[in-house]
């Protein structure tokens, strides 16, 4: 029996345009890419319900001719290459000749263009793989794409799609990335009735920043420009010791392309490596500038991943490009690793302040018994604490085993555990701000304090509104102190962007645990050890902290005597 057929062309080219239109961002990123292509000073993107019902892109490019508007909706037509070896040395964002095909074949889509030499305009109709209309009109210099109703014909696709306010966060990640590596166009981001970004053409990068995060994460920025061998690296990154509390700020562009990369973002974290505040991570703003044919951007569909031609050489120029921007600042004010402050004898009495003791005693909503102190009675515990290695893991034996425990996942274990509690009961004790915290976030935060605000407002934060991008800060779970709740709420609103709904309010526990758990490289008295150890064997799951990292080692008494030939 025949069990093998060649699919009709009209099933193969659903799946195609599926692998190229993924989702709402996927239509933007073509259709801006393709207006960048074409010399665009201004871009408009227009959208509703995130992009599922409504995206409209509207340019200034030099637009299309009525030949070329009725072939770009064939396959494997392009402008962009016309030889194998331009595959080799690709300058443009896009190249493939499958977006507008791919767009069009799943949704309702109508394009307007002009060359605007006098010749009228064209528009042409589709709906699906379906040819509708074709009319001249009349239409400035650019091009207009409306795209409607995604994946209308596809409705398994659609339902895999996330809320409208998560598609439009990646829309607005992806738009301010656009913005970031042209600030000399015009770019305007619109959703329903909401203008969330409004950013005229300007002189320079550092003006751009200014206009998309505001005059707070400016002033915490160091400028870099440096050659080497292997390219030239510029923008910038963090003024030591300030950082972020996630790596949500480090943005990478090759050639203009925004990309994901272990390697530069490796580069990155060791130039900063003993710099930075404890549990900090840099801000960048890095573009490099590399020959076309010393990079692949083929490697991923999406072209946010590249692969480079010497890594090692890329790597070198972005560390020292950082630690040579670094240097020249610390020529003006000493730059160097923050000292551990645990190591005054004023510890205790600084922790007895921190969140842990302030809900041990305060809040009183751990069982205390002595504090730690193990119960007077004949019966001693089986497991004892025996002392504290590298100031972050607690070392105690357990009968037949040793255990090595990480004492940051511990005590996030036991926090997110009772915050659990306290969430059932919807009993957050809450602090109230004598004098308001002020802050502003960039749009992208703004969409995810929106989506979120509900899981926020419920936890305890409450924010307003203010001006512009200012926001403040009224009210927080009285687990923090005034600052540690700032940074809590921006790690959550980062954490919570690309969570589904039903992952959301844990996903919130766990963060608000870590930020308030103590910390690696913290010396501990011994009662506090004891106390963590007793805690540790009381909940749920004592073996990984809410995120899944591991938090004992047990090394058996059989395990050491045979490393020691006994």
């Known amino acids: 029996m025949k069990r093998i057929a060649v699919l009709p062309p009209d099933i193969s080219q659903k799946i195609a345009a599926g692998e190229v239109i993924e989702r709402p961002v996927s239509v933007v990123k073509e259709l801006v890419e393709n207006s960048l292509d074409a010399g665009a000073a201004e871009i408009f993107i227009e959208l509703f319900a995130g992009g599922k019902k409504l995206i409209k892109v509207q340019d200034n490019g030099h637009g299309m001719s009525r030949e070329d508007a009725e072939i770009c909706f064939v396959r494997h037509s392009t402008s962009k290459i016309s030889r194998e070896e331009d595959l080799s040395r690709i300058a443009t964002l896009g190249f493939r000749g499958e977006a507008l095909p791919s767009i069009s074949a799943v949704s309702r889509l109508t394009l307007r263009t002009s060359e605007g030499s006098g010749e009228p305009g064209i528009q042409i109709e589709r709906e699906g793989d379906k040819l509708i209309a074709v009319e001249e009109i009349a239409f400035p210099r650019g091009t207009t794409v409306e795209v409607r109703d995604l994946f209308f014909n596809l409705p398994a696709r659609l339902k895999f799609l996330r809320s409208d306010s998560s598609e439009l966060g990646m829309i607005v990640k992806y738009a301010t990335n656009v913005g970031l590596a042209y600030p000399q166009i015009r770019l305007s981001l619109i959703h329903g009735k909401r203008d969330l970004l409004n950013c005229p053409p300007v002189g320079s990068l550092k003006e751009r920043i200014f206009q998309l995060y505001g005059k707070s994460e400016l002033e915490k920025l160091l400028e870099i420009d440096f050659a080497g061998s292997a390219g030239r690296v510029s923008g910038f990154a963090s003024l030591p010791p300030h950082g972020r509390p996630d790596k949500s700020h480090q943005l990478f562009f090759v050639n203009l392309r925004p990309v994901r990369d272990r390697i530069l973002q490796s580069a990155l974290n060791q130039a900063f490596k003993g710099f930075l505040e404890k549990d ?58 923050v000292p551990d402050e645990g190591a005054t004898e004023g510890h205790l009495d600084e922790m007895r302040s921190a969140p842990f003791f302030k809900i041990a005693e305060d809040r009183k909503l751990f069982d205390q018994t002595a504090m730690g102190v193990w119960p007077a009675g004949p019966e001693k515990p089986s497991r004892r604490v025996l002392g504290q290695y590298l100031d972050s893991y607690i070392v105690a034996e357990d009968e037949e085993e040793l255990l090595v425990i990480d004492q940051h996942n511990a005590h996030e274990r036991i926090l997110f555990e009772k915050y659990m509690e306290i969430d059932l009961r919807k009993t957050w004790p809450l602090k109230m701000s004598l004098i308001p915290l002020l802050f502003e976030l960039s749009a992208s935060q703004s969409v995810s304090w929106e989506e979120n605000k509900t899981e926020l407002e419920a936890a305890g934060f409450r924010v307003d509104a203010m001006s512009g991008r200012s926001y403040a800060l009224k009210e927080y779970p009285d687990i923090f102190k005034p600052e540690e709740a700032l940074t809590a709420f921006l790690a959550l609103l980062e954490e919570m962007k690309e969570s589904r709904a039903q992952d959301k309010r844990e996903k919130m526990l766990a963060t608000m645990a870590c930020k308030t758990a103590i910390k690696a490289g913290q010396p501990l008295p011994r009662e506090k050890m004891e106390y963590l150890l007793q805690e540790l064997f009381r909940v749920s799951n004592p073996s990984l902290c809410p995120h899944g990292r591991p938090i004992i080692i047990k090394i058996s008494r059989s395990q050491i005597e045979k490393g020691l030939k006994r």
Do not use: M, W
């Not at 020959?291 to 090692?312: I, L």
């Open 280 to 337: 900090l991570s840099p801000v960048a703003f890095l573009f490099l500038t590399l020959p076309y044919g010393d990079v692949d951007v083929n490697v991923h569909p999406a072209k946010s991943e590249v692969r480079f031609r010497d890594s090692q050489a890329v790597f070198q120029v972005v560390r020292r490009g950082v630690e040579q921007a670094r240097l020249k600042v610390a020529g003006i004010k000493e730059v160097g690793p």
